[in-house]
């Protein structure tokens, strides 16, 4: 149990986790992953390199020590995470590996004049309190993903029915179960995890899911990554009759219900959610979509056959197509601007935008210049979650 002695230690740690947070992290993934073999493939070694896992908890951990006395005002942050470690298969027995290392690297790099007994003592309490949080809402997580018609729990074995190149750097794979059994319908806007082994190595992914439920199967768009082992294993290597362990579907950032205009905005792969997200809306038909992707070029834009037929099938949907380079009639070039933002998205819109940090930073910003409210403006970031104003 935390004391308040102890959240008032907490709270005076602020002002060093607001200037040297990261270096604490780094290091603390540096002990972790260099001594405990077994949660390396929880983890995505790029993030490691870039530096978004270590800033990515770091701001975790400053968040959760400015509100260690009012957990409430960490808003989503906690979902988030819930549901990327769901996802991951995340398990209790996997927390203490991360307490032991985090308490270690508190100490290391603050130091023991500024990392006493009494400051450890009181970190030890507040992840103690934060660890049995998390537990018990992804046990719950687990049991409802168990129980739902379609679900399971742990790993499935799900077989490549087919793999479609859907541009120069996407590939589409749908996975149908090998078990025969009815598959979970799952919410627009969410993704599974995957177990590999590659050159003998256990490693984990999460992809959305890029076509909407339909009880049999799922589908998932994959972009290679330069340099990413898991992305290009799955393009070079698996094929057409190959089993994957998958995880079950998790994820918040998902379509709500509603009858105002809906705004799907992306850029580059992230335009794999939006997919299934569309799909639904145009299936209730209760409201017109508006989708606006934007490309590199027309080599890498992913999914343009389909878009076509929407937009032929569908009078509610309309589309909009920009390429950065070699633009032509139908896909003006250029970059995001506030002007084609402020023409095809509507004030009263629901807004659901993902793509890289920078591209998301603009349309949020751009939408809220439009005139949509906070609660209009939705967005998930691929990878570890970082402040968006921070992109």
Request: proline share 6%.
């Amino acid at each position: 149990m935390l004391t308040p002695e102890q959240s008032a230690i907490i709270k005076a740690t602020v002002p060093i986790l607001e200037t040297g947070g990261e270096a604490l992290t780094t290091h603390f993934y540096k002990i972790m992953l260099g001594e405990y073999a077994e949660v390396r493939p929880l983890f995505n070694q790029a993030h490691q390199a870039h530096g978004t896992q270590p800033r990515a908890l770091a701001n975790a951990v400053l968040q959760y020590a400015r509100h260690i006395d009012n957990l409430g005002a960490l808003g989503a942050l906690p979902a988030q995470i819930i549901q990327k470690h769901v996802a991951l298969q995340i398990l209790p027995e996997h927390y203490p590996i991360v307490g032991t290392c985090l308490l270690r690297a508190i100490r290391e790099v603050l130091g023991e004049e500024i990392a006493t007994d009494a400051v450890i003592d009181a970190w030890a309490a507040a992840y103690g309190q934060l660890a049995d949080i998390l537990i018990a809402a992804e046990g719950a997580q687990y049991d409802q993903l168990a129980a739902a018609p379609g679900g399971w729990r742990g790993a499935r074995s799900f077989r490549v029915a087919d793999k479609q190149v859907e541009s120069a750097e996407i590939t589409s794979f749908r996975l149908e179960p090998v078990d025969g059994l009815p598959v979970i319908r799952f919410q627009p806007g969410q993704y599974l995890g995957l177990r590999l082994a590659i050159d003998g190595q256990e490693v984990r992914r999460n992809y959305s899911l890029s076509q909407k439920a339909d009880g049999r199967s799922l589908r998932i768009s994959v972009k290679r990554e330069p340099g990413g082992v898991v992305s290009n294993h799955l393009h070079d290597a698996v094929k057409v009759g190959d089993t994957l362990d998958v995880f079950p579907p998790a994820g918040e950032f998902t379509l709500a219900q509603g009858t105002a205009p809906l705004a799907l905005i992306s850029g580059g792969v992230g335009i794999t959610p939006t997919l299934a997200m569309a799909e639904t809306a145009l299936e209730t038909g209760e409201r017109d979509v508006i989708f606006i992707h934007y490309a590199r070029n027309g080599d890498v834009h992913a999914f343009g056959d389909m878009i076509d037929a929407w937009a032929h099938d569908y009078p509610r949907f309309s589309a909009h197509v920009v390429y950065e380079q070699g633009g032509h009639a139908d896909a003006p070039s250029g970059r995001p601007s506030l002007d084609q933002l402020r023409a095809w998205v509507p004030a009263e819109a629901d807004a659901y935008f993902l793509g890289p940090k920078p591209f998301m930073a603009f349309v949020d910003a751009a939408l809220a210049e439009i005139g949509l409210s906070d609660d209009r403006r939705h967005y998930e970031f691929f990878g570890p979650a970082e402040a968006l104003t921070a992109a």
